[in-house]
């Protein structure tokens, strides 16, 4: 029986972090995005001092999850001014789920997003929001299922390509 478990992460996750940051994101989206790109987007986004930066800031939280000790997968929030987008002050905004896709259908990301519920609900927040590609159609079916909404989107620029992520969100009240 595989065990999950969620730990609160700090620095000294980094290089798990950011492991899973570039697996996850290549997994996810080479494919469909130019080598060029990708290369660019983990180099900008998952170094060590980008990824430090993020750790050691007050207003976001990151969670592993372990399957039998192993890191699977990881969750990162952001409340206050560290949301990438100022929707609403008082809002939680849900950065990151990533899970290795051979761990897909094992429930892990269902854990990290009710992880999320659990923390928005404990600190008072008026919503829970994020940003999805709308081309990520298995992430999206996952929102909807767990109650999230479309509630507008952005222009999400990877390296010379736009594409669009639909913000979705899920009111607490």
């Not at 290549?26 to 494919?31: G, L």
């Not at 950065?95 to 923390?119: E, M, P």
């Amino acid at each position: 029986m595989n065990t999950i478990e969620i730990r609160k992460s700090t620095v000294s996750d980094l290089e798990t972090i950011q492991n899973i940051s570039i697996h996850t994101f290549k997994e996810t989206f080479a494919a469909v995005n130019t080598p060029e790109n990708i290369a660019n987007y983990v180099k900008e986004n998952f170094n060590s001092e980008q990824l430090k930066n993020e750790l050691n800031n007050d207003n976001s939280q990151f969670y592993v999850a372990y399957s039998n000790a192993e890191a699977v997968g990881y969750l990162k929030i952001n409340f206050g001014d560290a949301q990438t987008e100022s929707i609403n002050e008082n809002a939680l905004e849900v950065q990151r789920i990533y899970v290795l896709q051979k761990f897909h259908g094992k429930n892990i990301g269902q854990l990290l997003l009710d992880k999320v519920k659990k923390i928005a609900k404990s600190s008072g927040v008026d919503s829970v929001w994020l940003g999805v590609w709308e081309e990520n159609h298995r992430a999206l079916r996952f929102y909807i299922k767990n109650g999230f909404f479309v509630f507008d989107k952005h222009v999400f620029i990877m390296g010379n390509d736009e594409q669009t992520d639909l913000l979705m969100q899920f009111g607490l009240q």
